[in-house]
């Protein structure tokens, strides 16, 4: 059974940082690409940021240069570091591991950026 769970979120004020964990179990995860997205109030969900087996990573425009995602495979654990946030990263943060038979999602963490 797969389980992805995520820690971290909560509220935090315009500039400040936050760190998001997410534990992996059920899944070989040093050999899984792993990615972060973001879903706000009524909005469709989008991605922040990916990184591969090998730890190549990528980042969407809107977060590049502020967020940085990164993995600790003796841990089973992605990681996303969130600096200088601003209100419009407000949303619901879902950790994600693609394989080659599902996609699976973690449950969401609450981020919250106050102005």
Do not use: H
Not at 5 to 34: H, K, P, W, Y
Not at 53 to 81: E, M
Not at 100 to 107: A, F, L, S
């Amino acid at each position: 059974q797969v389980q992805l769970v995520e820690s971290g979120g909560g509220l935090v004020q315009a500039g400040g940082s936050l760190r998001l964990s997410c534990a992996a179990s059920g899944i070989i995860f040093s050999t899984n690409d792993m990615g972060w997205y973001r879903q706000a109030p009524d909005k469709a969900r989008e991605l922040v940021a990916t990184i591969t087996s090998g730890g190549s990573t990528k980042y969407a425009d809107y977060v590049k240069g502020r967020f940085t995602i990164s993995r600790d495979n003796a841990k089973n654990t992605v990681y996303l570091q969130m600096d200088s946030l601003k209100p419009e990263d407000t949303a619901e943060y879902y950790c994600n591991a693609p394989t080659r038979y599902n996609d699976y999602w973690g449950q969401g963490i609450q981020v919250t950026v106050s102005s």
